[in-house]
């Protein structure tokens, strides 16, 4: 009797369909990335050097793909301490007011290997909805014994629309956020 039951109970969990891999994401092998123009003569490109987050994905069932980041907004960096130090101000992130940016994915569409991850994305204390377009890059063992997976995500937003006006239209309103994403699953 308890054979015959450990055979069933080990034919239901065969025939269960695999949960969505979980995985934590990297940050020694992740950048998170903006891109914004700088009085119509260059692109400034900066990067937040404190984050965490988590994904999860399912081969089988790619819209139920998630993820979700959460970002110290005092952590910018733009290779200039002056400006810096502006960036965090109530000028733009007002990181004593407003510390964290997060993002928390609500759908997926596409394939496996691309498609776009729409979620909600708060940024100095405003929430809206923004999709990201998303390339998988790769996924496998790493040497250390772990089984590893990354993308890449880029969304554009208008700043404005998050209550970041400071020198509209000098400095413009749209700007791009980027992530270069490895993660090790759990």
Do not use: C
Request: charged share 25%; hydrophobic share 40%; no cysteine.
């Amino acid at each position: 009797m308890k054979m015959t039951k450990m055979l069933l109970a080990s034919s239901l969990l065969m025939a269960m369909p695999l949960m969505a891999a979980e995985y934590d994401v990297d940050p020694a092998h992740t950048t998170v990335q903006f891109e914004v123009g700088h009085l119509g003569f260059s692109e400034l490109v900066g990067r937040f050097n404190t984050f965490s987050g988590t994904f999860a994905m399912d081969d089988a069932n790619p819209t139920a793909a998630k993820a979700s980041f959460e970002v110290d907004a005092a952590s910018v960096d733009s290779n200039h301490e002056a400006r810096d130090k502006h960036l965090r101000s109530p000028d733009f992130l007002d990181v004593k007011q407003y510390p964290k940016l997060s993002f928390v994915s609500t759908a997926y569409e596409g394939t496996k290997d691309k498609g776009v991850l729409k979620g909600s994305l708060t940024l100095h204390g405003v929430t809206k909805d923004v999709a990201f377009d998303l390339v998988k890059i790769g996924e496998g063992k790493d040497p250390w014994g772990g089984y590893r997976s990354g993308f890449n995500a880029v969304t554009t937003i208008k700043r404005s629309d998050f209550g970041v006006n400071y020198m509209l239209p000098n400095i413009p309103d749209e700007m791009k956020i980027k992530l270069f994403v490895e993660g090790v699953r759990r």
